[in-house]
């Protein structure tokens, strides 16, 4: 009985007693947040690098380089958003113990995250149209190109996680083993990879359009 | 019977809550792009653009990350990094500005 016990994390499991600086969050929730802490100075460090750079250049985009398709990434945008909101509703469902609704919104949400990473490839390589990279904005030929392609590649690769994670919790929800403490962390992850999105947003698509 | 209308008050007042995040997400959204676009000063724009990411990215931690549910002590443990990339930003520039002065 111990061994097979083992395995299980009671901590997960059991009501956590409430505590005098963290009050509910359980030791996974915490762990969970010091991850996205620690991964947000990461994000931090590569914009500011970018900032830092851009503030640099006498010239940022050279003759040549293609600009950045804002219309097309702001519906990529709105779909992480969106993906945002179907994740609560996830979570929602699974607090109320309603498995059938709380898989049946992971598996939206986690469709939201490869209808942003498809369109993360027709923008980078193309599928109906030439990419960026085909119009000539080369990794290594420029500050704007590398800069562009390394946080925008590092931040796919956290969508990439993001869905692999989420179709995990929504493979152990559909088997009925899963709780609603793990939809809870994967939509911790989930809100955190959308945050940092929309400072790339900003910071990368919008801000180059404004400034020579 | 009244707890069957109790649930359906709750799923109506959730799904009102949900609404106004998406809203709210989006709206800000569309005022960023909004402002990117329109021709206005450069200087106020990159500003007017930063002030909206950071309004975005508090909405997004309190609400949909739910931290406006949690204690004082995660709070200040989340906001900790953003303050320290801040921090490094601010003295950066103050770092430019003097080689640029000077």
Redesign the interface.
């Known amino acids: 009985m111990t061994t097979a016990h083992a395995h299980v994390h009671p901590q997960i499991t059991a009501s956590w007693p409430p505590d005098a600086q963290f009050g509910r969050a359980n030791p996974a929730k915490l762990a969970m947040w010091i991850f996205l802490l620690s991964d947000f100075l990461s994000f931090g460090g590569l914009l500011l690098a970018y900032g830092i750079l851009r503030a640099g250049s006498a010239v940022w985009r050279y003759p040549g380089e293609p600009g950045l398709n804002i219309p097309f990434t702001s519906l990529l945008t709105l779909v992480l958003i969106g993906s945002s909101i179907s994740v609560i509703v996830a979570h929602d469902a699974a607090l109320q113990e309603n498995r059938r609704r709380a898989v049946i919104w992971l598996g939206i949400t986690a469709l939201g995250g490869v209808l942003f990473l498809t369109g993360q490839y027709a923008e980078w390589i193309g599928i109906l149209h030439p990419g960026l990279i085909k119009e000539g904005l080369v990794f290594g030929r420029s500050a704007y190109a590398s800069t562009f392609y390394v946080i925008t590649g590092f931040h796919g690769l956290h969508v990439t996680a993001g869905v692999i994670y989420l179709l995990a919790v929504l493979a152990r929800s559909a088997r009925g083993v899963g709780r609603a403490a793990e939809v809870e962390l994967v939509a911790l992850f989930w809100h955190f990879v959308d945050l940092v999105w929309n400072l790339v947003f900003v910071l990368v698509y919008l801000i180059p359009s404004g400034v020579p | 019977m009244s707890s069957t209308a109790d649930a359906t008050t709750r799923s109506e007042h959730?799904t009102r809550e949900?609404l106004v995040?998406?809203g709210v997400?989006?709206v800000l959204?569309v005022l960023?792009?909004a402002?990117?676009?329109v021709p206005?000063h450069?200087r106020w724009?990159?500003v007017l653009?930063?002030v909206?990411?950071l309004a975005?990215?508090v909405y997004?931690?309190f609400y949909?990350?739910h931290l406006s549910r949690?204690?004082i002590?995660?709070r200040r443990?989340?906001a900790?990094?953003?303050l320290?990339?801040a921090m490094?930003?601010l003295v950066?520039i103050a770092e430019?500005a003097w080689r640029h002065f000077r």
């Open positions: 959730r949900y995040m998406l997400m989006v959204m960023e792009v402002v990117a676009l206005g450069v724009t990159v653009l930063l909206l990411a975005q990215a997004f931690a949909t990350m949690e204690t002590a995660l443990m989340a900790a990094p953003g320290i990339a490094y930003g950066l430019a």
